[in-house]
Nanobody, 125 residues
Framework: QPRLTESGGGLVQPGGSLRLSCTAP????????IGWFRQAPGKEREGVAC????????NYSDSVKGRFTISRDNAKNTVELQMNSLKPEDSGIYYC??????????????????WGQGTRVTVSS
C-alpha cells in the first residue's frame, strides 16, 4: 500500500483558489485510484474527487463539479486537486486516499483502504 502525504492546505478568502498535493513514494503508484475526501467539524467524511490509475478518468461530487480539478503525474507520484471559486462550506480537513484500480471510480469512503494524515483548508474572510 502506498504511504500518502497531503500538502497545500491553508487559509483563503471566499472566491480564492488553493492547490492540494498528494504524494506517495514507490513505483506502483499508477496501480491505484486516488481520491480526495474532506471532513468538516461535526460532519461525516465525504468524497470530493477521484482519478483512475492512468489519469484518463475522473469523478467529482456535485458540490465541487466545475470548480475543482483533479489531475495526476505518475512520473512524480503526485495527484493534485486544484480548487477554484472556494466557498466557506469547502472548509475542512482534506484527505487523499488510495485503492487498487480494478476499474471502479467511486467516491465511497469505505472502499478506500489507505489514507493520508490530511491537510486543513479554511475558507473565510
Amino acid at each position: 500500500q502506498p504511504r500518502l502525504t497531503e500538502s497545500g492546505g491553508g487559509l483563503v478568502q471566499p472566491g480564492g483558489s488553493l492547490r492540494l498535493s498528494c504524494t506517495a513514494p514507490g513505483h506502483t503508484f499508477h496501480y491505484y485510484v486516488i481520491g480526495w475526501f474532506r471532513q468538516a467539524p461535526g460532519k461525516e467524511r465525504e468524497g470530493v474527487a477521484c482519478i483512475n490509475g492512468n489519469g484518463d478518468k475522473t469523478n467529482y461530487s456535485d458540490s465541487v463539479k466545475g470548480r475543482f480539478t483533479i489531475s495526476r503525474d505518475n512520473a512524480k507520484n503526485t495527484v493534485e486537486l486544484q480548487m477554484n471559486s472556494l466557498k466557506p462550506e469547502d472548509s475542512g480537513i482534506y484527505y487523499c486516499a488510495a485503492l487498487v484500480d480494478l476499474g471502479g471510480l467511486r467516491l465511497r469512503v469505505e472502499e478506500y483502504d489507505t489514507w493520508g494524515q490530511g491537510t486543513r483548508v479554511t475558507v473565510s474572510s
